[in-house]
């Protein structure tokens, strides 16, 4: 793919990539980037959040490669299409950052947004053999009936192959975890990707504390699990929603610049 990665900006001029829905998009990622970075979850200049372009299902939002979290604004997300070339915006995706959530979007049309982040936690539970959860814990028993587990770590992502195998390993879910790798949050909006990013590294630091203290862990019984976790999507998308609000609203008296 020799065009991968250039700039097509000209192409932007077709299409109408300013509207409303796309601004408030582009304010709702870089929000859930700074906080992320403000909690310790990005990692060096690596790791990408991804979003569907509103009213563009051929086209998707994702960091420049060379900001960390803590950089990124709305104006400075780029928005690329699925054969790698760059519609509106300065610089690239980093390579994986594309190879993964081209295919992503594109094969889980669901997958709306693309959350991935070696946060320690949850990458934690990712290095350990058989399956992350124990399922004790009350806050992990929102991934209850939504994880999936990819065993088979294939290196790094440097092509569309290895990124529409990550793709089909997520299926339907909203968690994967990619063994020897790290996790992989899926989810209709970008609200609901962060909120489950944010409990799934709580729910793997609470989980990996008590394996800490050397005694057995109890776990939750499978039909008592299944119905907390039914329980806890019931009005998930407006709880949600209204976590990513109150993050907008810290970051505007924190860090006000994020919208810009």
């Given at each position: 793919?020799a065009?991968?990665?250039a700039?097509?900006?000209?192409?932007?001029?077709h299409?109408?990539?300013?509207?409303?829905?796309?601004?408030?998009?582009?304010i709702?990622?870089?929000?859930?980037?700074?906080m992320?970075?403000?909690?310790?979850?990005?990692?060096?200049?690596?790791?990408?959040f991804?979003?569907?372009?509103?009213?563009?299902?051929?086209?998707?939002?994702?960091?420049?490669?060379?900001?960390?979290?803590?950089?990124?604004?709305?104006s400075?997300?780029?928005?690329?299409?699925?054969?790698?070339?760059?519609?509106?915006?300065?610089?690239?995706p980093e390579?994986?950052?594309?190879?993964?959530?081209?295919?992503?979007?594109?094969?889980n049309?669901?997958a709306?947004?693309a959350?991935?982040?070696?946060?320690?936690?949850?990458?934690?539970?990712?290095?350990?053999?058989?399956?992350?959860f124990?399922?004790?814990?009350?806050?992990?028993?929102?991934?209850?009936?939504?994880?999936?587990?990819?065993e088979?770590y294939?290196?790094?992502?440097?092509?569309?192959?290895?990124?529409?195998?990550?793709?089909r390993?997520?299926?339907?879910?909203a968690?994967?975890?990619?063994?020897?790798?790290?996790?992989?949050?899926?989810?209709?909006?970008i609200?609901?990707?962060?909120?489950d990013?944010?409990?799934?590294?709580?729910?793997?630091?609470?989980?990996?504390?008590?394996m800490?203290?050397g005694?057995?862990?109890?776990?939750?019984?499978p039909?008592i699990?299944?119905?907390?976790?039914?329980?806890?999507?019931?009005?998930?998308?407006?709880?949600?929603?209204?976590?990513?609000e109150?993050?907008?609203?810290?970051?505007?008296?924190?860090?006000?610049?994020y919208?810009?």
């Amino acid at each position: 793919m020799a065009h991968a990665f250039a700039s097509t900006t000209a192409a932007a001029r077709h299409l109408d990539l300013d509207t409303p829905a796309i601004r408030q998009a582009r304010i709702d990622l870089a929000a859930c980037f700074r906080m992320a970075a403000r909690l310790g979850l990005g990692e060096g200049i690596c790791n990408h959040f991804s979003f569907v372009v509103p009213g563009h299902d051929e086209l998707f939002l994702v960091n420049p490669y060379g900001l960390a979290f803590a950089e990124v604004t709305a104006s400075s997300l780029l928005i690329c299409d699925f054969d790698g070339g760059v519609v509106m915006g300065e610089g690239a995706p980093e390579a994986t950052a594309f190879h993964i959530h081209a295919q992503l979007h594109r094969l889980n049309p669901g997958a709306r947004a693309a959350f991935h982040t070696h946060m320690p936690n949850a990458t934690a539970l990712c290095l350990l053999e058989g399956e992350p959860f124990v399922w004790a814990g009350q806050t992990a028993l929102k991934f209850y009936d939504r994880l999936s587990v990819d065993e088979d770590y294939n290196g790094l992502a440097l092509d569309a192959t290895e990124g529409e195998r990550i793709a089909r390993a997520a299926r339907d879910a909203a968690v994967v975890m990619l063994k020897n790798h790290g996790p992989l949050v899926l989810g209709p909006s970008i609200a609901e990707a962060w909120d489950d990013l944010y409990y799934l590294e709580r729910a793997a630091e609470v989980q990996l504390k008590a394996m800490a203290s050397g005694r057995p862990l109890k776990p939750v019984a499978p039909a008592i699990a299944h119905a907390a976790c039914q329980q806890m999507l019931q009005g998930n998308a407006d709880s949600a929603r209204l976590h990513l609000e109150s993050v907008k609203r810290q970051l505007l008296r924190l860090e006000p610049d994020y919208r810009d």
